[in-house]
């Protein structure tokens, strides 16, 4: 029988399982979802704080959906890395050599070596969506603040790996280990719950 040390250390043979992500699905779901917050993200923002019209739509779109989504992309992810790698680090038990960068044409970000608990994991997941995608859209919204409002809708959209990961994750249980792949859209889930459910 292995022990624990040896099933970390080799997390396929201890009966991992593989999770993979379509490349081409990813990059559909972004390319519409960016374009259906453009049109209809721009026609609920104009409905609200501007003169509601087909040239006020097409100002807006034209104006901060140009240049101010450049730099609401730039924004996200000098955000989104470092609080990406934060997490991973209170994540990993606030172990600095566990944590590698990575750039390849998947992606870019900070990875854990270390095998991390699910329940860790999904927060690692989720938190990022929350706070710079969810809240800002909000407060933007609410408050009339258009770059803020594209930042938030951004970094939404910048989070759709995430939420798809997340999403592919909910059936295995919260003991249960998160081992990061050879890019962004694949991982191994050792798992470490093996006691049956049914009494």
């Known amino acids: 029988?292995?022990?624990?040390?040896?099933?970390?250390?080799?997390?396929?043979?201890?009966?991992?399982?593989?999770?993979?992500?379509?490349?081409r699905k990813m990059t559909l779901r972004i390319f519409l979802l960016y374009v259906l917050f453009m049109l209809a993200g721009s026609a609920a923002y104009v409905y609200i704080w501007e003169d509601f019209s087909a040239y006020g739509l097409g100002y807006y779109i034209g104006e901060f959906w140009g240049a101010h989504a450049l730099a609401a992309i730039f924004f996200v992810f000098i955000f989104y890395i470092p609080l990406q790698a934060l997490l991973l680090i209170v994540a990993n038990g606030c172990r600095l050599k566990g944590l590698r960068w990575r750039c390849n044409?998947?992606?870019?970000?900070?990875?854990?070596?270390?095998?991390?608990?699910?329940?860790?994991?999904?927060?690692?997941l989720l938190l990022p969506v929350i706070l710079l995608g969810v809240l800002p859209t909000l407060h933007g919204f609410c408050g009339g603040h258009p770059f803020i409002y594209i930042f938030g809708l951004v970094?939404?959209?910048?989070?759709?790996?995430?939420?798809?990961?997340?999403?592919?994750?909910?059936?295995?249980?919260?003991?249960?280990?998160?081992?990061?792949?050879?890019?962004?859209?694949q991982c191994t889930i050792i798992q470490r719950n093996f006691a049956s459910d049914s009494f």
Not at 1 to 19: C, D, F, Q
Not at 163 to 169: G, I, Q, S
């Open 1 to 23: 029988m292995k022990t624990s040390k040896s099933i970390l250390n080799n997390p396929l043979s201890a009966g991992g399982i593989e999770v993979k992500l379509s490349l």
């Open 155 to 185: 970094g939404i959209v910048c989070s759709v790996g995430d939420c798809t990961l997340w999403y592919r994750l909910r059936p295995f249980h919260d003991d249960d280990l998160y081992q990061a792949g050879r890019n962004e859209l």
């Open 105 to 124: 044409w998947v992606g870019t970000g900070v990875y854990s070596r270390y095998p991390i608990a699910l329940k860790k994991f999904r927060v690692t």
